[in-house]
């Protein structure tokens, strides 16, 4: 059986093996419940962590299959003068 040891702020350290074994790794999530007098610690894959960010994401990767992808700019001003155009207003979204 090993041990662990719990330090400041409640930090316990997973020994290598058990580690080793279930494929856990630093920056991995684990979820944390109490079941009666023991500590269950289960990993998570987190997907949806941040979901408006990741609805984001999959907005501008469907603009870009879809072709809707804006030139390169050298400036501001240039972009905001591209803006103006008939190509550069299909980009822009009311608000």
Request: aromatic share 6%; charged share 35%; hydrophobic share 40%.
């Amino acid at each position: 059986m090993a041990l662990a040891k719990v330090k400041q702020k409640g930090q316990v350290t997973i020994p290598f093996r058990i580690r080793q074994d279930l494929g856990i790794g630093e920056g991995d999530y684990l979820e944390v419940t109490a079941v009666k007098n023991r500590i269950v610690l289960v990993p998570k894959d987190i997907t949806d962590r941040h979901p408006v960010i990741d609805a984001a994401l999959a907005e501008a990767l469907d603009d870009e299959r879809a072709g809707r992808v804006s030139p390169k700019f050298a400036s501001v001003k240039e972009y905001q003068a591209w803006l103006k155009t008939k190509e550069g207003k299909r980009f822009v979204r009311p608000r």
